[in-house]
């Protein structure tokens, strides 16, 4: 079985590890246009802000260990073309301009996302810089030590992270974004609120629901950004506005979502036969809807890598869709949420939403030290299932969506979670779990 897997970062290297556990004997070759493989870019941020130390620490593998097991690694590889009947590849060697076919057997496509790049007046000017793999962080770090005025534009997890490094490296920073609020795709208003009061604690300047127009610059490189409702200084511009699926490659040819993302069944089998996908080139089943949706976290490449190997042969083990569970840490406050927000509850037609709030101690009172936490669950009305939920708290607590996460893929109800055995010890927690409690308010 020859194996082509084209592209490889986290849902690539997953497939090939996984491939040769599962299949010694299989010949594997991987394209990727990169000289590098298996980039931890969540970690970005830690390394700007001096957490972690060095940059070459966020990959978990490389060409040499792959190569260790028998693929065959192509770094700066570009593929050109597919031809799906044929079943062969047009390849690029990006060194040498050679330009060559290859055949396979299985195609993996594992071509990830990204950065969406609206084009800015003033767009090409020198500093502005955009925040997704290796080559890009060390960018960043390299432009960032001079800088004195960072402005960053998109507040999602990202661009929230860079926010507060570079205020730590006592830079000064503006974070803009078009939304009225940071991370409103996985937190409701009661939890950024409180995200947004550390930021403005700490003197960073959240220029929030405002919309990018133009760069302006002096010397060929940036020195504003300027908005419909301002103007802000900024010799560093770094622009983290979202991503999208890196598909150009099957444009036509495959099934794709209106967005470019790779339409897959739950074997991760794309429209055509032998053709496999995973990771940010693709849909995801996203378990509290029921729907497709495109959500790319590297948490979910990993998983979809390793069922493409399960599953190259034949359909053996099925994909169980995801709730999208993130955390994040912002200064002293750690945040996670899993499922839907009550905002985006109520954009999905059907949904009779209800919500529970819960705001107490983590843990005993008569335990020495305690914190507050904030836990906030949403469910269907009708059905009593639960659909989301959020948590913040200096302590970290965020496990809790984690279990909670499992709970909506599960599709348990309210009353079942108020009723869910989980364990109390005074140093963790009460006798009720904080989910128990938060459930418990809706059965009152």
């Known amino acids: 079985m020859k194996v082509i897997v084209v592209g490889c970062t986290h849902a690539g290297t997953a497939t090939v590890v996984n491939l040769k556990k599962e299949y010694k004997d299989a010949e594997i070759t991987i394209y990727e246009r990169n000289d590098n493989i298996s980039f931890l870019s969540c ?8 957490v972690v130390k060095a940059l070459e620490d966020m990959f978990y593998s490389s060409p040499d260990a792959l190569g260790t097991l028998g693929v065959k690694t192509n770094m700066k590889h570009d593929v050109l073309d597919i031809d799906f009947d044929n079943k062969k590849v047009k390849v ?11 055949n396979y057997d299985k195609l993996v496509l594992t071509i990830g996302s990204w950065p969406i790049v609206p084009k800015f007046e003033g767009g090409d000017l020198d500093n502005i810089l955009l925040c997704k793999n290796y080559n ?15 402005v960053i534009i998109g507040a999602g997890y990202i661009g ?19 939304e009225e609020r940071i991370m409103p795709k996985y937190l409701d208003k009661e939890f950024t609120d409180i ?6 604690n700490h003197g960073i300047n959240l220029a929030l629901g405002e919309r990018v ?55 991760m089998r794309t ?69 839907l927000t009550e905002e985006g509850a109520a954009l999905v037609p059907g949904l009779n939403i209800g919500v529970s709030v819960l705001k107490d101690d983590y843990r005993a009172d008569f335990m020495p030290t305690t914190e507050k936490a904030m836990v906030k669950i949403v469910f269907d009305k009708d059905t009593r299932r639960v659909l989301g939920g959020q948590i913040i708290s200096k302590e970290d607590l965020t496990q809790f969506m984690n279990t909670l996460s499992v709970v909506i893929q599960n599709k348990m109800t309210v009353e079942e ?12 927690n009460k006798p009720w779990s904080l989910l128990n409690a938060v459930a418990l308010e809706v059965l009152k």
């Open 213 to 267: 127009s133009r760069f302006e610059g002096k010397d060929g490189r940036v020195t504003k950004v300027v908005t419909d409702k301002g103007t802000h200084n900024g010799d560093l511009v770094i622009l983290c506005i979202g991503f999208a699926p890196a598909t150009a490659l099957v444009k036509g040819k495959l099934d794709t979502l209106s967005n470019g993302a790779i339409i897959i069944d739950e074997y």
């Open 160 to 178: 929230v992270e860079l926010a507060e490094a570079f205020e730590v490296l006592g830079k000064e920073v503006t974070l803009i974004d078009a």
């Open 43 to 50: 970690g970005i941020a830690l390394h700007v802000g001096g």
């Open 136 to 150: 890009h962080a060390k960018e960043v770090v390299r432009r960032g030590k001079d800088a004195k005025s960072v």
């Open 417 to 428: 979670l108020a009723m869910t055995d989980f364990f109390f010890q005074p140093h963790f």
């Open 195 to 200: 995200a947004e009061a550390e930021f403005k």
């Open 92 to 102: 690029k060697n990006l060194e040498t301009n050679e330009e060559f076919y290859d």
């Open 271 to 339: 429209s055509k036969e032998d053709v496999f996908a995973a990771g940010d080139c693709c849909v995801v089943k996203y378990n509290p809807t029921g729907e497709d949706r495109y959500i790319p976290l590297a948490t979910n490449a990993v998983r979809m890598g390793t069922l493409v190997a399960k599953n190259i042969k034949e359909p053996k083990l099925k994909y169980m869709g995801t709730q999208g569970t993130s955390g994040i840490k912002i200064y002293d406050q750690c945040i996670a949420s899993t499922g």
